[in-house]
């Protein structure tokens, strides 16, 4: 069931809110818990302060909800990052809205495909979903990701 919600989606450039820091680490301490640490792909808060990356954040009020990314590999092909969604809300169509979002941003810099790397474990079932649902298919890695039994590749053109 989709709740009613007034989400709103900023674009974040310096990422020096401490509530971002903290979803953030939160995102990373799950990765860390479900993935070993040669899987664990997360980018931290430096990672998206990078040339190349552009960063989101969900607020419902001021409370931040989601996040998503999108980092540059080359000028026809871009990876989704940071793709989270907190807890208490998964399965409220936020986590759709946020990568509808990124979609088109990625759209807007030209990109031509839009890949990601998420886990095999079932823990990011949900996601794997939400991601064939709105376009992808699993693919080969990509980039400079190798195999790895506990990533699960997927990409789609744009």
């Excluded at 709103?8 to 979803?23: K, T």
């Excluded at 990078?50 to 954040?57: A, E, L, S, Y």
């Excluded at 949900?126 to 790895?148: I, M, N």
Aim: hydrophobic share 40%.
């Amino acid at each position: 069931m989709t709740m009613a919600y007034d989400l709103r989606i900023l674009r974040d450039e310096e990422l020096l809110d401490p509530r971002i820091a903290a979803f953030l680490e939160e995102h990373l301490a799950d990765m860390r818990r479900i993935s070993p640490p040669e899987s664990v792909h997360a980018l931290d808060l430096d990672a998206l302060r990078q040339p190349g990356v552009r960063f989101w954040t969900g607020w419902l009020g001021d409370t931040l909800v989601a996040s998503a990314a999108i980092k540059r590999l080359d000028d026809e092909h871009a990876e989704l990052k940071s793709m989270r969604t907190t807890a208490a809300l998964r399965g409220q169509g936020i986590a759709a809205r946020m990568l509808a979002h990124a979609v088109a941003e990625a759209r807007t810099q030209s990109h031509i495909r839009l890949s990601l790397e998420t886990g095999s474990q079932p823990f990011f079932a949900p996601a794997r979903a939400l991601y064939a649902k709105h376009g992808f298919e699993d693919c080969d890695p990509f980039g400079s990701y190798g195999p790895d039994p506990n990533s699960h590749f997927m990409t789609r053109l744009l």
